[in-house]
């Protein structure tokens, strides 16, 4: 069973900046399709941006040109760095790796945007 350990959430001003960071326990990028997405209250659970094994990234309208979603081979890890932080992105963002087989979730980290 992969383990995912996120970091990097806190409070940042609007138009700040975060970057968020996400360990596996293992080597995942040849595996799985690895992604973070983000749940604020009262909503469901929407994606914000994801990386194929291939490299192919793939990234919400809402974050497009604010956000990068990228990955350390060599480290196991994926990281989502969060440029023009809004209060509307304020929300717990959670890392996941899947395939067809398996689905991982991070235990979540908590962004909160407000001045």
């Known amino acids: 069973q992969v383990q995912l350990v996120e970091s990097g959430g806190g409070l940042v001003q609007p138009g700040g900046s975060l970057r968020l960071s996400c360990a596996a326990s293992?080597?995942?990028?040849?595996?799985?399709?690895v992604g973070w997405y983000r749940q604020a209250p009262g909503n469901q659970r929407e994606l914000v941006a994801a990386?194929?094994?291939?490299?192919?990234?793939n990234t919400a309208d809402s974050v497009k040109g604010r956000f990068t979603i990228s990955r350390d081979n060599f480290k196991n890890t994926v990281y989502l760095q969060m440029n023009s932080l809004k209060p509307e992105d304020t929300a717990v963002y959670y890392c996941?790796?899947?395939?067809?087989?398996?689905?991982?979730w991070g235990q979540g980290t908590q962004v909160t945007v407000s001045s």
């Open positions: 996941n790796v899947r395939n067809t087989k398996s689905n991982y």
């Open positions: 293992e080597s995942i990028f040849s595996t799985y399709v």
């Open positions: 990386i194929t094994r291939g490299g192919i990234i």
